[in-house]
Protein backbone atom coordinates (compact mmCIF):
# COMPACT_ATOMS: atom_id res chain seq x y z
CA UNK A 1 0.00 0.00 0.00
CA UNK A 2 0.83 3.59 -0.96
CA UNK A 3 1.47 6.25 1.33
CA UNK A 4 -1.04 8.33 -0.75
CA UNK A 5 -3.36 5.35 -0.22
CA UNK A 6 -3.18 4.95 3.45
CA UNK A 7 -3.62 8.67 4.09
CA UNK A 8 -6.94 8.47 2.11
CA UNK A 9 -7.61 5.56 4.42
CA UNK A 10 -6.52 6.90 7.29
CA UNK A 11 -9.66 8.97 8.69
CA UNK A 12 -11.81 6.12 8.17
CA UNK A 13 -8.77 3.94 10.06
CA UNK A 14 -8.87 5.66 13.64
CA UNK A 15 -12.53 5.40 13.68
CA UNK A 16 -12.39 1.25 12.53
CA UNK A 17 -14.80 2.31 9.88
CA UNK A 18 -13.09 0.03 7.37
CA UNK A 19 -13.04 -3.39 6.07
CA UNK A 20 -11.21 -6.14 7.77
CA UNK A 21 -8.73 -6.68 4.98
CA UNK A 22 -8.37 -3.10 4.47
CA UNK A 23 -7.78 -2.71 8.05
CA UNK A 24 -5.07 -5.11 8.03
CA UNK A 25 -3.15 -3.27 5.38
CA UNK A 26 -3.27 0.29 6.12
CA UNK A 27 -2.05 -1.35 10.08
CA UNK A 28 0.70 -3.19 7.99
CA UNK A 29 1.83 0.08 5.89
CA UNK A 30 2.03 1.71 9.28
CA UNK A 31 4.21 -0.41 11.44
CA UNK A 32 6.83 0.22 8.29
CA UNK A 33 5.89 3.98 7.76
CA UNK A 34 7.04 6.49 10.60
CA UNK A 35 5.19 9.99 8.42
CA UNK A 36 2.24 7.99 8.04
CA UNK A 37 2.06 6.47 11.76
CA UNK A 38 2.58 10.28 12.20
CA UNK A 39 -0.88 11.34 10.53
CA UNK A 40 -2.52 8.47 12.31
CA UNK A 41 -1.49 9.61 15.72
CA UNK A 42 -3.18 13.50 14.90
CA UNK A 43 -6.09 11.48 13.60
CA UNK A 44 -6.46 10.04 16.83
CA UNK A 45 -5.85 12.98 18.78
CA UNK A 46 -8.29 14.83 16.63
CA UNK A 47 -10.65 12.07 16.91
CA UNK A 48 -10.28 12.53 21.16
CA UNK A 49 -10.74 16.24 20.61
CA UNK A 50 -14.39 15.86 18.50
CA UNK A 51 -15.41 13.29 21.17
CA UNK A 52 -15.06 15.94 23.27
CA UNK A 53 -16.94 18.49 21.68
CA UNK A 54 -19.34 18.90 24.52
CA UNK A 55 -22.06 21.74 24.85
CA UNK A 56 -21.96 23.88 28.02
CA UNK A 57 -23.57 22.71 31.09
CA UNK A 58 -27.36 23.75 30.59
CA UNK A 59 -28.95 25.11 33.26
CA UNK A 60 -32.27 23.08 35.08
CA UNK A 61 -34.65 26.19 34.55
CA UNK A 62 -33.74 26.28 31.41
CA UNK A 63 -34.91 22.83 30.59
CA UNK A 64 -37.81 23.42 32.85
CA UNK A 65 -38.55 26.41 30.89
CA UNK A 66 -38.50 24.24 27.60
CA UNK A 67 -40.94 21.73 29.18
CA UNK A 68 -43.06 24.24 30.36
CA UNK A 69 -43.16 26.47 26.62
CA UNK A 70 -43.66 22.85 25.23
CA UNK A 71 -46.39 21.63 27.40
CA UNK A 72 -48.02 25.34 27.34
CA UNK A 73 -48.13 24.92 22.81
CA UNK A 74 -49.60 21.73 23.46
CA UNK A 75 -52.54 22.72 25.00
CA UNK A 76 -53.14 25.35 22.73
CA UNK A 77 -52.40 23.22 19.85
CA UNK A 78 -55.44 20.61 21.82
CA UNK A 79 -57.86 23.99 22.34
CA UNK A 80 -57.11 24.79 18.57
CA UNK A 81 -59.76 24.30 16.35
CA UNK A 82 -59.59 21.80 13.90
CA UNK A 83 -60.43 21.70 10.32
CA UNK A 84 -63.77 20.95 10.77
CA UNK A 85 -64.66 23.26 12.92
CA UNK A 86 -63.26 26.21 11.12
CA UNK A 87 -65.13 25.19 8.38
CA UNK A 88 -68.31 24.73 10.18
CA UNK A 89 -67.53 28.31 11.90
CA UNK A 90 -67.47 29.75 8.32
CA UNK A 91 -70.09 28.24 7.12
CA UNK A 92 -73.01 28.39 9.66
CA UNK A 93 -73.88 32.14 9.32
CA UNK A 94 -74.32 31.81 6.04
CA UNK A 95 -76.24 28.66 5.46
CA UNK A 96 -79.46 30.21 6.52
CA UNK A 97 -79.30 32.46 3.77
CA UNK A 98 -77.57 29.83 1.32
CA UNK A 99 -80.76 27.35 1.61
CA UNK A 100 -82.74 30.88 1.41
CA UNK A 101 -80.90 30.94 -1.87
CA UNK A 102 -81.68 27.81 -2.84
CA UNK A 103 -85.03 27.89 -2.66
CA UNK A 104 -85.62 31.16 -4.17
CA UNK A 105 -83.69 29.32 -7.47
CA UNK A 106 -85.56 26.04 -6.96
CA UNK A 107 -88.78 27.67 -6.87
CA UNK A 108 -88.36 30.56 -9.69
CA UNK A 109 -86.55 28.01 -11.50
CA UNK A 110 -90.00 25.42 -10.97
CA UNK A 111 -92.18 28.28 -12.22
CA UNK A 112 -90.39 29.18 -15.88
CA UNK A 113 -90.37 25.54 -16.14
CA UNK A 114 -94.01 25.26 -15.69
CA UNK A 115 -95.08 28.24 -17.37
CA UNK A 116 -93.02 26.65 -20.38
CA UNK A 117 -94.93 23.63 -20.50
CA UNK A 118 -98.04 24.65 -19.72
CA UNK A 119 -97.41 26.99 -22.80
CA UNK A 120 -96.44 24.44 -24.63
CA UNK A 121 -99.63 21.76 -24.13
CA UNK A 122 -102.05 25.08 -24.02
CA UNK A 123 -105.10 24.10 -26.54
CA UNK A 124 -105.52 26.32 -29.27
CA UNK A 125 -107.21 29.57 -27.83
CA UNK A 126 -108.21 31.83 -30.29
CA UNK A 127 -108.41 35.68 -28.58
CA UNK A 128 -111.33 38.21 -29.24
CA UNK A 129 -110.33 39.07 -32.75
CA UNK A 130 -110.58 35.47 -33.76
CA UNK A 131 -113.88 34.76 -32.18
CA UNK A 132 -115.21 37.37 -34.35
CA UNK A 133 -113.55 36.15 -37.47
CA UNK A 134 -113.91 32.60 -36.75
CA UNK A 135 -117.66 32.60 -36.88
CA UNK A 136 -118.25 33.27 -40.83
CA UNK A 137 -115.37 31.12 -41.88
CA UNK A 138 -116.62 28.02 -39.81
CA UNK A 139 -120.18 28.85 -40.80
CA UNK A 140 -119.08 28.37 -44.46
CA UNK A 141 -116.84 24.95 -43.45
CA UNK A 142 -120.11 23.79 -42.05
CA UNK A 143 -122.11 24.58 -45.08
CA UNK A 144 -119.53 23.33 -47.73
CA UNK A 145 -119.21 19.67 -45.50
CA UNK A 146 -121.96 16.63 -45.38
CA UNK A 147 -122.43 14.78 -42.28
CA UNK A 148 -121.13 11.99 -44.32
CA UNK A 149 -118.11 13.44 -44.85
CA UNK A 150 -117.62 12.56 -41.15
CA UNK A 151 -117.45 8.91 -40.62
CA UNK A 152 -115.29 8.68 -37.85
CA UNK A 153 -117.60 11.12 -35.82
CA UNK A 154 -117.93 9.37 -32.67
CA UNK A 155 -120.81 12.01 -31.09
CA UNK A 156 -121.17 15.17 -32.43
CA UNK A 157 -122.15 17.36 -30.13
CA UNK A 158 -124.88 20.17 -30.48
CA UNK A 159 -123.35 23.55 -29.09
CA UNK A 160 -125.26 25.54 -26.77
CA UNK A 161 -125.10 28.09 -29.21
CA UNK A 162 -122.62 29.26 -32.05
CA UNK A 163 -121.78 26.71 -35.36
CA UNK A 164 -120.05 23.75 -34.79
CA UNK A 165 -117.04 22.76 -37.07
CA UNK A 166 -116.82 19.15 -38.13
CA UNK A 167 -113.62 17.64 -39.37
CA UNK A 168 -112.62 14.31 -39.96
CA UNK A 169 -108.47 15.22 -40.78
CA UNK A 170 -108.92 15.77 -36.57
CA UNK A 171 -105.74 18.57 -37.42
CA UNK A 172 -105.25 21.54 -35.08
CA UNK A 173 -102.91 24.42 -35.58
CA UNK A 174 -101.57 25.52 -32.12
CA UNK A 175 -98.81 28.19 -32.11
CA UNK A 176 -97.07 30.04 -29.55
CA UNK A 177 -97.20 33.64 -30.80
CA UNK A 178 -100.91 33.59 -30.16
CA UNK A 179 -103.90 33.10 -33.16
CA UNK A 180 -104.46 36.25 -35.03
CA UNK A 181 -106.91 34.72 -37.92
CA UNK A 182 -108.55 31.35 -38.64
CA UNK A 183 -109.72 29.74 -41.53
CA UNK A 184 -111.14 26.90 -43.19
CA UNK A 185 -109.54 25.52 -45.76
CA UNK A 186 -108.95 22.79 -47.56
CA UNK A 187 -113.08 21.25 -46.08
CA UNK A 188 -111.54 19.00 -43.22
CA UNK A 189 -108.72 21.87 -42.13
CA UNK A 190 -108.62 24.36 -40.06
CA UNK A 191 -105.36 26.52 -40.33
CA UNK A 192 -104.44 28.81 -37.63
CA UNK A 193 -102.05 31.62 -39.07
CA UNK A 194 -100.15 33.29 -36.80
CA UNK A 195 -98.77 37.30 -36.69
CA UNK A 196 -94.85 35.95 -37.61
CA UNK A 197 -95.80 33.24 -39.78
CA UNK A 198 -94.16 30.62 -37.39
CA UNK A 199 -97.49 28.19 -37.89
CA UNK A 200 -96.62 25.54 -35.98
CA UNK A 201 -99.03 22.39 -37.09
CA UNK A 202 -99.01 19.55 -34.62
CA UNK A 203 -101.68 16.65 -35.18
CA UNK A 204 -104.07 16.53 -32.69
CA UNK A 205 -105.30 13.09 -31.43
CA UNK A 206 -108.83 13.74 -31.92
CA UNK A 207 -111.75 12.37 -34.68
CA UNK A 208 -113.91 14.72 -34.24
CA UNK A 209 -113.82 18.64 -33.26
CA UNK A 210 -116.36 20.20 -32.27
CA UNK A 211 -115.89 24.61 -32.00
CA UNK A 212 -118.88 26.60 -30.60
CA UNK A 213 -118.07 29.85 -31.11
CA UNK A 214 -120.38 32.55 -29.35
CA UNK A 215 -121.71 34.56 -32.27
CA UNK A 216 -122.00 37.47 -30.00
CA UNK A 217 -119.07 39.09 -29.02
CA UNK A 218 -119.45 38.96 -25.22
CA UNK A 219 -120.25 35.34 -25.39
CA UNK A 220 -116.92 32.82 -24.70
CA UNK A 221 -116.05 30.67 -27.17
CA UNK A 222 -116.41 26.92 -26.32
CA UNK A 223 -114.07 24.37 -28.16
CA UNK A 224 -114.42 20.71 -27.72
CA UNK A 225 -112.18 17.87 -29.11
CA UNK A 226 -113.17 14.05 -28.69
CA UNK A 227 -110.10 11.84 -28.22
CA UNK A 228 -110.14 8.47 -30.03
CA UNK A 229 -111.35 7.72 -26.89
CA UNK A 230 -115.47 7.91 -27.29
CA UNK A 231 -115.14 8.35 -23.39
CA UNK A 232 -113.13 11.00 -23.16
CA UNK A 233 -113.33 14.64 -24.75
CA UNK A 234 -112.07 17.88 -23.86
CA UNK A 235 -113.39 21.46 -23.60
CA UNK A 236 -112.45 24.56 -23.14
CA UNK A 237 -113.49 28.00 -23.20
CA UNK A 238 -111.77 31.36 -24.39
CA UNK A 239 -112.98 34.20 -22.84
CA UNK A 240 -113.24 36.77 -25.75
CA UNK A 241 -111.62 40.64 -25.03
CA UNK A 242 -113.43 43.22 -26.99
CA UNK A 243 -110.78 46.00 -28.53
CA UNK A 244 -112.42 48.12 -26.45
CA UNK A 245 -111.20 46.57 -23.30
CA UNK A 246 -107.92 45.32 -24.60
CA UNK A 247 -107.27 49.45 -25.08
CA UNK A 248 -108.34 50.15 -21.46
CA UNK B 1 -22.37 -3.06 54.75
CA UNK B 2 -25.38 -1.51 56.08
CA UNK B 3 -24.65 1.34 54.03
CA UNK B 4 -24.27 -0.84 50.99
CA UNK B 5 -27.64 -3.13 51.70
CA UNK B 6 -29.27 0.62 51.59
CA UNK B 7 -28.34 1.82 48.66
CA UNK B 8 -28.99 -1.40 46.80
CA UNK B 9 -32.44 -1.00 48.14
CA UNK B 10 -32.67 2.36 47.15
CA UNK B 11 -31.23 1.59 43.72
CA UNK B 12 -33.99 -1.32 43.66
CA UNK B 13 -36.88 1.05 45.20
CA UNK B 14 -35.90 3.75 42.38
CA UNK B 15 -35.78 1.20 39.22
CA UNK B 16 -39.19 -0.15 39.90
CA UNK B 17 -40.57 3.54 40.29
CA UNK B 18 -39.11 4.13 37.03
CA UNK B 19 -41.57 3.54 34.59
CA UNK B 20 -40.05 1.84 30.87
CA UNK B 21 -40.14 3.96 28.05
CA UNK B 22 -42.03 1.93 25.79
CA UNK B 23 -45.26 2.56 28.24
CA UNK B 24 -44.06 6.24 28.23
CA UNK B 25 -44.70 6.46 24.70
CA UNK B 26 -47.86 4.85 24.54
CA UNK B 27 -49.21 6.75 27.21
CA UNK B 28 -47.77 9.76 25.27
CA UNK B 29 -49.16 9.01 22.10
CA UNK B 30 -52.93 8.52 23.77
CA UNK B 31 -52.30 12.20 25.26
CA UNK B 32 -51.21 11.83 28.76
CA UNK B 33 -48.97 14.89 29.06
CA UNK B 34 -47.44 13.83 32.50
CA UNK B 35 -45.44 11.01 30.66
CA UNK B 36 -45.03 13.49 27.91
CA UNK B 37 -42.91 15.69 30.59
CA UNK B 38 -41.09 12.40 31.77
CA UNK B 39 -40.07 11.62 27.98
CA UNK B 40 -38.92 14.99 27.89
CA UNK B 41 -36.77 14.86 31.25
CA UNK B 42 -35.64 11.04 29.45
CA UNK B 43 -34.69 13.17 26.65
CA UNK B 44 -33.84 16.57 27.00
CA UNK B 45 -30.14 16.39 27.48
CA UNK B 46 -29.31 14.63 24.21
CA UNK B 47 -31.61 16.75 22.50
CA UNK B 48 -30.11 20.05 23.36
CA UNK B 49 -26.89 18.88 23.32
CA UNK B 50 -27.55 17.60 19.27
CA UNK B 51 -29.19 20.76 18.22
CA UNK B 52 -26.14 22.61 20.32
CA UNK B 53 -23.31 21.25 18.06
CA UNK B 54 -26.06 21.24 14.89
CA UNK B 55 -26.76 25.00 15.41
CA UNK B 56 -23.58 26.71 17.30
CA UNK B 57 -25.27 28.46 19.62
CA UNK B 58 -27.76 28.44 22.74
CA UNK B 59 -30.58 30.04 21.91
CA UNK B 60 -31.17 28.44 18.57
CA UNK B 61 -30.87 25.20 20.58
CA UNK B 62 -33.43 25.95 22.81
CA UNK B 63 -35.85 27.20 20.12
CA UNK B 64 -34.94 23.68 18.34
CA UNK B 65 -35.23 21.53 21.52
CA UNK B 66 -39.10 23.33 21.94
CA UNK B 67 -39.71 22.57 18.34
CA UNK B 68 -38.47 19.06 18.00
CA UNK B 69 -40.26 17.94 21.15
CA UNK B 70 -43.57 19.37 19.84
CA UNK B 71 -42.81 17.49 17.00
CA UNK B 72 -42.46 14.21 18.84
CA UNK B 73 -45.56 14.80 20.70
CA UNK B 74 -47.44 15.48 17.61
CA UNK B 75 -46.26 12.56 15.50
CA UNK B 76 -45.61 9.94 18.79
CA UNK B 77 -48.98 8.25 17.40
CA UNK B 78 -47.17 7.06 13.95
CA UNK B 79 -43.76 5.67 15.97
CA UNK B 80 -43.16 2.25 15.52
CA UNK B 81 -42.47 0.97 18.97
CA UNK B 82 -40.04 -1.64 17.66
CA UNK B 83 -38.08 1.22 16.13
CA UNK B 84 -35.05 2.54 18.47
CA UNK B 85 -36.91 5.88 20.07
CA UNK B 86 -33.64 7.91 20.53
CA UNK B 87 -32.75 7.13 16.80
CA UNK B 88 -36.39 8.66 15.93
CA UNK B 89 -35.49 11.55 17.96
CA UNK B 90 -32.53 11.98 16.69
CA UNK B 91 -33.84 11.99 12.81
CA UNK B 92 -36.41 14.71 14.08
CA UNK B 93 -34.15 16.65 15.67
CA UNK B 94 -31.56 16.64 12.58
CA UNK B 95 -34.53 17.50 10.64
CA UNK B 96 -35.18 20.36 12.78
CA UNK B 97 -31.89 21.74 12.73
CA UNK B 98 -31.72 21.63 8.73
CA UNK B 99 -35.08 23.37 8.61
CA UNK B 100 -33.61 26.12 11.24
CA UNK B 101 -30.03 26.32 9.28
CA UNK B 102 -32.18 26.33 5.90
CA UNK B 103 -34.17 29.60 7.26
CA UNK B 104 -30.53 31.17 8.61
CA UNK B 105 -29.02 30.28 5.26
CA UNK B 106 -31.51 32.06 3.02
CA UNK B 107 -31.39 35.22 5.89
CA UNK B 108 -27.62 35.08 4.63
CA UNK B 109 -26.95 34.06 8.57
CA UNK B 110 -24.34 31.52 8.82
CA UNK B 111 -23.45 29.54 11.92
CA UNK B 112 -22.50 31.43 14.85
CA UNK B 113 -19.45 31.07 16.32
CA UNK B 114 -20.21 28.21 19.12
CA UNK B 115 -17.27 29.32 21.31
CA UNK B 116 -17.40 32.88 23.00
CA UNK B 117 -20.50 33.78 24.68
CA UNK B 118 -20.92 30.03 25.90
CA UNK B 119 -17.76 28.07 25.93
CA UNK B 120 -16.22 28.75 28.74
CA UNK B 121 -19.28 27.84 30.93
CA UNK B 122 -17.82 24.15 29.71
CA UNK B 123 -15.25 24.85 31.34
CA UNK B 124 -16.03 25.76 35.07
CA UNK B 125 -17.35 22.43 35.75
CA UNK B 126 -13.83 21.18 35.05
CA UNK B 127 -12.05 24.01 36.88
CA UNK B 128 -11.66 22.10 40.09
CA UNK B 129 -10.44 19.23 38.16
CA UNK B 130 -7.76 20.47 36.63
CA UNK B 131 -5.23 23.44 36.41
CA UNK B 132 -5.82 26.96 35.01
CA UNK B 133 -2.36 25.98 32.19
CA UNK B 134 -5.21 22.82 31.31
CA UNK B 135 -8.19 24.85 31.01
CA UNK B 136 -6.79 27.09 28.70
CA UNK B 137 -5.49 24.40 26.25
CA UNK B 138 -9.13 22.61 26.13
CA UNK B 139 -10.49 25.93 25.99
CA UNK B 140 -8.50 26.52 22.40
CA UNK B 141 -9.47 23.01 21.42
CA UNK B 142 -12.82 23.56 22.12
CA UNK B 143 -12.79 26.62 19.72
CA UNK B 144 -10.85 25.15 17.64
CA UNK B 145 -13.03 21.88 16.93
CA UNK B 146 -16.24 24.58 17.19
CA UNK B 147 -15.02 26.25 14.62
CA UNK B 148 -13.75 23.42 12.37
CA UNK B 149 -17.26 22.15 12.71
CA UNK B 150 -18.96 25.42 11.72
CA UNK B 151 -16.92 25.32 8.28
CA UNK B 152 -18.59 21.46 7.44
CA UNK B 153 -21.27 21.00 5.18
CA UNK B 154 -24.57 20.18 6.92
CA UNK B 155 -24.70 16.51 6.20
CA UNK B 156 -21.44 15.63 6.76
CA UNK B 157 -21.60 17.67 10.19
CA UNK B 158 -24.71 15.82 10.96
CA UNK B 159 -22.64 12.29 10.20
CA UNK B 160 -19.80 13.15 12.13
CA UNK B 161 -21.60 14.27 15.39
CA UNK B 162 -23.60 10.94 15.28
CA UNK B 163 -20.83 8.66 14.48
CA UNK B 164 -17.67 10.71 16.65
CA UNK B 165 -19.66 12.65 19.66
CA UNK B 166 -22.84 10.34 20.53
CA UNK B 167 -21.18 7.11 19.71
CA UNK B 168 -23.68 5.54 17.29
CA UNK B 169 -22.17 3.49 14.81
CA UNK B 170 -22.26 4.15 10.77
CA UNK B 171 -25.17 1.46 9.89
CA UNK B 172 -27.60 3.83 12.65
CA UNK B 173 -26.13 6.96 11.19
CA UNK B 174 -27.04 5.71 7.70
CA UNK B 175 -30.46 4.85 8.62
CA UNK B 176 -31.14 8.47 11.03
CA UNK B 177 -29.71 10.44 8.13
CA UNK B 178 -31.45 8.33 5.77
CA UNK B 179 -28.66 7.57 3.60
CA UNK B 180 -26.54 4.28 2.93
CA UNK B 181 -23.39 3.42 4.86
CA UNK B 182 -20.77 3.91 2.43
CA UNK B 183 -22.46 7.31 1.50
CA UNK B 184 -21.86 8.24 5.58
CA UNK B 185 -18.52 6.76 5.55
CA UNK B 186 -17.67 9.00 2.54
CA UNK B 187 -18.90 12.18 4.28
CA UNK B 188 -16.95 10.92 7.93
CA UNK B 189 -13.89 11.04 5.86
CA UNK B 190 -14.45 13.82 4.57
CA UNK B 191 -15.78 15.79 7.58
CA UNK B 192 -12.31 14.29 9.35
CA UNK B 193 -9.97 15.24 6.99
CA UNK B 194 -11.49 18.73 6.59
CA UNK B 195 -11.92 19.16 10.55
CA UNK B 196 -7.71 18.30 9.91
CA UNK B 197 -6.52 20.27 7.65
CA UNK B 198 -8.82 23.26 9.43
CA UNK B 199 -6.97 22.36 13.04
CA UNK B 200 -3.48 21.81 11.17
CA UNK B 201 -3.88 25.51 9.87
CA UNK B 202 -5.33 26.72 12.93
CA UNK B 203 -2.52 26.02 15.05
CA UNK B 204 0.06 27.28 12.56
CA UNK B 205 -1.66 30.91 12.59
CA UNK B 206 -1.63 30.44 16.61
CA UNK B 207 2.03 29.57 16.77
CA UNK B 208 2.77 32.29 13.96
CA UNK B 209 0.86 34.94 16.32
CA UNK B 210 2.80 33.83 19.32
CA UNK B 211 5.42 34.28 17.55
CA UNK B 212 5.34 37.88 16.50
CA UNK B 213 3.89 38.72 19.60
CA UNK B 214 6.96 37.49 20.94
Redesign the interface.
Known sequence: MSCKHCKEML??F??R?LDESTTHSVAAHLSVCSECSLSEN??RE??M??????????SDS??A???Q???R???N?GNAPTLTQILADYFRPRFGWYVAAALLVTIAGSAVFFTTVRNQNRPLIADNGTAQSIAPHIGQSIESQSPEAFPDAARPVDPPQGKVVKTTAGRAYRSHRGVRSVTAIAGNQLAVKTESKTTLAIPAATNVAHISAAAAVESPLKMEMQTKDPNVRIIWFAHPVTKQNSRN | MALAVEIQLQVAATSQNQTPLTDLIERAASGD?AA??QI??HS??RV??MT??MLGN?AD??DA??EV??KV??YLGRFDQNQDFFAWLYTITLNVCRDIGRQRSTNNDRFKPIIGD??D??Y??HADQADAEQVSI?SQ??E???KA?AMLPQKERAA?VL???E?LS?DEVARILNSSSTTV?SQ???A??K??IY??QYVKNKRRRTTDEL
Open positions: PLVGDEYLMMIGQFSPPAFMFGIRRVQDIEA | TFEMIQHMAWREARSQFLYRVGKAEILQRMIAMIRDVGTRISSRKIKCD
